[in-house]
T-cell receptor
Framework: GIQVEQSPPDLILQEGANSTLRCNFS?????LQWFHQNPWGQLINLFY???GTKQNGRLSATTVATERYSLLYISSSQTTDSGVYFC???????????FGTGTRLQVTL | DSGVTQTPKHLITATGQRVTLRCSPR?????VYWYQQSLDQGLQFLIH???????AKGNILERFSAQQFPDLHSELNLSSLELGDSALYFC?????????????FGQGTRLTVV
């Protein structure tokens, strides 16, 4: 099946710093989503981005489908950004999502 | 709020017991997916239902079963529970099924088997 790798696995930032999270996948995809799992365990949709670039406030994402990677940018990080960020993809006729192992982000004061 | 409702939020039960997790999808969504998140296996797909019919199976144990009812809510039944079944169980919904559809997740049910 498709492989999804995320980097870095862990990231510690000071409040106000910027960061880039990366997701590499091993096959062409028809669905790519970024999620934020908060400390209470909720999975929050950030972006649905099988290709192209989107922005939502301090967050933006870019997927280069032909090169099989996606980037999530967090600018001016806040403590509420802490948690785990997951990339998930679907491929072919399958609609199930395959998740990466996540990037654990901690934003400190 | 994603619009996907899962109950209960927390469940503590003993080994060998059986539990039922419930999911109500977003209004209008015909697809329901179940995922398991455990410390050692990460987030894994279990099973997909579309409009009452099973569409795909993932790494779902034989002790686990699911169904989707005519009102589109779904239930995941876990039986003969073992300590290793302790995990966060998520339900997600989307519409229509298949290619390129955004999935929305419920808050999850945290199952603890003691």
């Amino acid at each position: 099946g498709i492989q999804v790798e995320q980097s870095p696995p862990d990231l510690i930032l000071q409040e106000g710093a910027n960061s880039t999270l990366r997701c590499n996948f091993s096959d062409s995809v028809n669905n790519l989503q970024w999620f934020h799992q908060n400390p209470w365990g909720q999975l929050i949709n950030l972006f649905y981005i099988p290709s192209g670039t989107k922005q939502n406030g301090r967050l933006s994402a870019t997927t280069v489908a032909t090169e099989r990677y996606s980037l999530l940018y967090i600018s001016s990080s806040q403590t509420t950004d802490s948690g785990v960020y997951f990339c998930a993809v679907a491929t072919g006729t399958a609609s199930k999502l395959t998740f990466g192992t996540g990037t654990r982000l901690q934003v400190t004061l | 709020d994603s619009g996907v409702t899962q109950t209960p939020k927390h469940l503590i039960t003993a080994t060998g017991q059986r539990v039922t997790l419930r999911c109500s999808p977003r209004s209008g969504d015909l697809s329901v997916y179940w995922y398991q998140q455990s410390l050692d296996q990460g987030l894994q797909f279990l099973i997909h239902y579309y409009n009452g019919e099973e569409r795909a199976k993932g790494n779902i144990l034989e002790r686990f079963s699911a169904q989707q009812f005519p009102d589109l809510h779904s239930e995941l039944n876990l039986s003969s529970l073992e300590l290793g079944d302790s995990a966060l169980y998520f339900c997600a919904s989307s519409h229509p099924p298949g290619r390129g559809t955004e999935a929305f997740f419920g808050q999850g049910t945290r199952l603890t088997v003691v």
